[in-house]
C-alpha cells in the first residue's frame, strides 16, 4: 500500500511538472528548452517538500513511540519498586514469623525429644522386666520348690534287740526318702508336660535341644523351596523358601517340630544365619534366569532384637542391597503383633536398605491396610480356606474386597495352601493375583551345588514345569543341564499343607 502511495505521488509530480512546462511554452512565447529546465525546477521542488514532509511526519511517529515507550519505562520501574518494597516486607514478616515459630516450638522439641527418650527407655526396661519375669517363671516351672517334710520323729528304742535295730534303719531310709526332692510325686507331671511328639516321641525337652543343636553345628538344616503362580496365568513368580531338619539317621523334621524347642536354646539367630545366606546364594543363581523373580525368607522376631545377631545382620543386608527388590523377609502375623520398639527399630533399618517385609499365618482379617503399607508390609499371604469360610468371623471388609483393599495401599495378597482346582477357580472370583499351594507344587529341596556359589550362564536355576506341578525326571536320567531343585527325598504328604507349610517357622 505504501509502495502504490509513493508512485501515485511521484506520478503526480511529474505531471504538475509538465504542465508547468507546457504552459510556460505555450502561454509565454518560451522556447522548449527553457521549458523544459522551468519543468524539472518545478519537479525538483516538489520531490524536495515531499522528501522533507515525509521525514517530518516519521520524525513525530518516532518521538511519540519514544514517549509512550518511556512512559511505560517508567511506569514498570515503579511497579518493579513496589514490588521489591513488598518482597522486602515480606522477607522481614517472614523472619519475625520464624523467629516467633521458632521461639514456640524450641522448648516443645526439646520436651518431645526429651519424652521420646524417656518413652524409649520405659519400653527397653519394661521388656527387660517381661524378659526376666518370664525366664523365672521357665525357673519356677522347672524347678518348683518342694514343702520341707517334717522330720520323721526318732524310733522309739526298746530293748528288743535285732527287731528294734532292723524297725529303726527301715524309718530312717523312709525319712531319707521322703527329704530327697527327686522323689517327690509333683515333679511327675513337670517330666511328662517334656516329652515330645513326632520325630521326637519318648524324648524330653532337653534331649530335643541336644539333637537340635547337634543338627545345627553339623549344618544338618536343608533349604526347600515352593513356587509362588500368578493367577490365572500360572506363571511362577517367587519362591517361598522354608527350613527341613535331618536328624544324625536322615530322618527329615519339619519346622513345626523343632523350631520352638530352637528358639527356646536360644539357636534361631544360628539358624536364620544360615538360612539367609542360602536364600541369597540361590537368588543370586534365580535371577540370572529370571529377573522379576523374587524370594520369600522367613526369619525369626526374636532375631531382630539379638543385640550380637541383629548387627551382623543389617550389615550383612546393607551389603546386598542389590538384591532388596527380589528377596522379602516374612514373619506371621502374630509376630508383627507382638512387635516392640526395639523390633520395630530393626525393622526400619532394614526397611533403609530397601527390602520389603510379607506377613503370613494370617488368622484375623481385620487389619488396617494403611498401617501395614507404613511398616513396610508389601505382601499378605492368607491360607484359601480362611477366605473362602464364609462362616469365618466377622471382619471389617468382606474376604472378596481384601485383594482390592491391599491393591490400594501397594500390597500383593497371596493365597496359600492352595489344594484343588475349585479353590482356584473361587479365588479368581475374590480377584486374587497370586496362589501357592500342594495343587502347583510340593516343595522341593535345593541341590548342594546351588549353595557353592555363582552359576553359568548355561545353569538353569529352576524348571518350571516342575514347579508348575509336574513329575521331575528321575534321578537316572541323563540331565542336559544342571537343575537347583531336586525331588523330594521323603514321600510328599497328603495335602493340606499341616505341618509342611511351605514356611521355615513352623
Known amino acids: ?47 524536495l517538500y515531499n522528501t ?22 517508567a511506569d514498570l520501574a515503579r511497579q518493579v519498586a513496589e514490588l521489591g518494597r513488598k518482597l522486602a516486607a515480606f522477607e522481614t514478616e517472614a523472619g519475625g514469623i520464624e523467629r516467633r515459630v521458632k521461639a514456640v516450638t524450641g522448648p516443645l522439641s526439646v520436651e518431645i525429644g526429651e519424652l521420646g527418650t524417656l518413652v524409649k527407655n520405659l519400653a527397653e526396661t519394661v521388656a527387660a522386666h517381661e524378659t526376666q519375669l518370664e525366664t523365672q517363671l521357665e525357673h519356677r516351672q522347672e524347678a518348683r520348690p ?40 509333683e515333679r511327675a507331671p513337670d517330666i511328662r508336660k517334656d516329652v515330645g511328639t513326632g520325630p521326637f516321641k519318648g524324648k524330653t525337652a532337653e534331649e530335643i535341644v541336644a539333637i537340635v543343636r547337634a543338627a545345627v553345628e553339623a549344618n544338618r538344616l536343608d533349604l526347600y523351596l515352593q513356587p509362588v503362580l500368578t493367577l490365572p496365568q500360572r506363571k511362577v513368580r517367587y519362591y517361598e523358601a522354608m527350613t527341613r531338619m535331618r536328624m544324625a539317621d536322615d530322618t527329615l523334621v519339619l519346622p513345626g517340630d523343632f523350631l520352638a524347642h530352637a528358639e527356646k536354646a536360644g539357636l534361631m539367630p544360628r539358624i536364620d544365619n544360615l538360612m539367609l545366606f542360602r536364600c541369597v546364594q540361590v537368588l543370586r543363581r534365580l535371577l540370572m534366569k529370571n529377573r522379576e523373580i523374587g524370594l520369600f525368607c522367613n526369619i525369626s522376631v526374636n532375631t531382630l532384637s539379638d543385640p550380637e545377631f541383629f548387627p551382623q545382620l543389617s550389615q550383612f543386608m546393607d551389603a546386598n542391597r542389590a538384591l532388596s527388590g527380589s528377596l522379602m523377609l516374612e514373619f506371621p502375623q502374630k509376630a508383627w503383633q507382638d512387635m516392640g520398639p526395639i523390633e520395630h527399630e530393626s525393622l526400619a533399618a532394614l526397611a533403609e536398605c530397601g527390602f520389603r517385609f510379607s506377613m503370613d499365618q494370617v488368622t484375623d482379617l481385620r487389619m488396617e491396610p494403611r498401617e501395614l503399607s507404613e511398616r513396610g508390609i508389601r505382601f499378605v499371604k492368607v ?68 549353595l557353592q556359589g555363582i552359576p553359568s550362564r548355561n545353569d538353569v536355576v529352576v524348571r518350571e514345569d516342575n514347579a508348575a506341578g509336574k513329575a521331575p525326571a528321575p534321578a537316572s536320567a541323563p540331565s542336559p543341564v544342571p537343575v537347583v531343585l531336586r525331588p523330594a527325598a521323603e514321600a510328599n504328604p497328603a495335602p493340606g499343607g499341616g505341618p509342611d507349610r511351605a514356611v521355615a517357622r513352623g
Do not use: W
Open 52 to 73: 522533507v514532509a515525509t521525514r517530518m511526519r516519521d520524525r513525530s511517529d518516532v518521538g511519540d513511540q519514544i514517549a509512550d515507550l518511556s512512559r511505560g519505562t
Open 146 to 185: 518342694e514343702a520341707r517334710p517334717e522330720a520323721a520323729p526318732e524310733p522309739r528304742r526298746e530293748e528288743h534287740g535285732l527287731a528294734d535295730d532292723k524297725e529303726a534303719a527301715a524309718l530312717a531310709v523312709a525319712a531319707e526318702a521322703a527329704a530327697t526332692p527327686a522323689a517327690s510325686p
Open 383 to 450: 491360607n484359601a480356606a480362611l477366605l473362602l469360610n464364609k462362616m469365618a468371623a466377622p471382619a471389617d471388609i468382606h474376604a472378596a474386597d481384601l485383594s482390592d483393599l491391599l491393591g490400594r495401599h501397594g500390597i500383593s495378597l497371596i493365597a496359600e495352601r492352595i489344594e484343588t482346582e475349585a479353590v482356584v477357580v473361587d479365588l479368581l472370583d475374590y480377584d486374587v493375583r497370586f496362589g501357592q499351594g500342594f495343587l502347583f507344587s510340593p516343595p522341593r529341596p535345593v541341590r548342594p551345588e546351588a
Open 1 to 47: 500500500m505504501l509502495r502504490l502511495t509513493a508512485i501515485f505521488v511521484a506520478a503526480c509530480m511529474v505531471v504538475i511538472a509538465a504542465s508547468v512546462g507546457a504552459v510556460v511554452f505555450l502561454a509565454f512565447g518560451v522556447s522548449g528548452a527553457e521549458s523544459a529546465i522551468v519543468g524539472i525546477a518545478v519537479l525538483t521542488a516538489l520531490v
